[in-house]
């Protein structure tokens, strides 16, 4: 099969590559695939990953063990974190902390940017028919968006800024808006920021001194200095929530925190099926972003469009 490669120090590139084989895992077809940060993070050594990247994706099952026939043929997307099965967080069913797990595109586990994937079928959600490829793609990280509602409260009177007009943070922002109207993008891009008034949110240029009046910052700006911008906006007793995952330190002045007394809440993975409820009911809207649709072929220039695009989506088969 076609699969787009990470080998050390080197690179990404397009080889043919053997069809993957797990004895436990459901086979699948990969119809779209989504190209996140994450993706250009590992293409710079994040989590020193060698093998297939790529992590968001829909496709169909086309062949699975024997006590999972049933998934066969369904149109498919899959968390993507697979614990051993056997530690005390398998056991309590948080297989994204296992110490042991593999990571789809990440670490130990060939991802997205192929024709066919491997999964355990325990990993997968059915897509409704209502929910297009091009919406589905954008589950894993709606669903990481979600996350955030399961961490901090977010009432209908908070108001919440969103730091990052990039692909997480109009999805974040977003998601945050169906519990409260009071959510505020704050970014550097104009364009991006205009596609964020279409999406119905307010918006303000990433300088903006608007000095500690929000109960939640989300830090989705993948950037070291996001964290002290975040810090600028959250007031006292507030919660920041960091949603930046890159290759590199962030340096903070770390006082405030402690007289201010600011919650910091790591944010990473979340809940697959209220992403899928979102974008079934269109309470989110994702064609917005999408600047460009591209088959593996054309891996190098979809992965220099998505360095400054929304999203850059792959076509594998
Ligand atoms: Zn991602
Ligand atoms: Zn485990």
New binding site residues.
Partial sequence: MKALVVHPGQPISLEDVPVPQHDAECLIRVAMA?I????LQILQGYAAFSGIPG??FVGIVESAPAKDKRWIGKRVVGEINIGCGACEWCAAGVKEHCIDRAVVGIRRHEGAFAEFLTLPAVNLHVVPDAVDDETAVFV??VA?ACRIFEQTEVARSSQVAIVGDGRMGLLVAQVIKTATPKVTVFGRHNSKLAVARTLGLATAIATDSESRRFDIVVDVSGRPEGLTRALELVRPRGTVVMKSTFHGEAPIVSWPIVVDEVTLVGSRCGPFAPALELLASHAIHVKPLISRVAPLEEYASAFAEARHALKVLLAPS
């Fill in positions: 989504g996140c940060g994450t993706d992590h968001e894993e990280p990481a």
